[in-house]
């Protein structure tokens, strides 16, 4: 499954017939690594902070407390 993400990302971008955002992503990976870099940065954080809030809010309704953790030692 890697490879084929990784084989789709070495296409120009609009040879696979792409429109949208991976397209975008494609040509922004071609033309400018420095703002693809930045942009990907940008993305894992977000998706990083919604997946952690996400996890935090799952955890609260199972009942667990991650706020008052006590020392085992």
């Not at 789709?8 to 955002?21: I, N, V, Y």
């Amino acid at each position: 499954m890697a490879w084929s993400i990784l084989s789709m990302a070495a296409l120009p971008a609009g040879a696979s017939g792409d429109a949208g955002w991976w397209a975008w992503w494609t040509r922004l990976y071609q033309t400018d690594r420095l703002w693809f870099t930045l942009v990907t940065i940008g993305v894992l954080v977000v998706a990083g902070a919604a997946l952690g809030a996400l996890t935090d809010a799952v955890m609260r309704r199972l009942g667990v407390d991650l706020d008052s953790r006590r020392d085992s030692g």
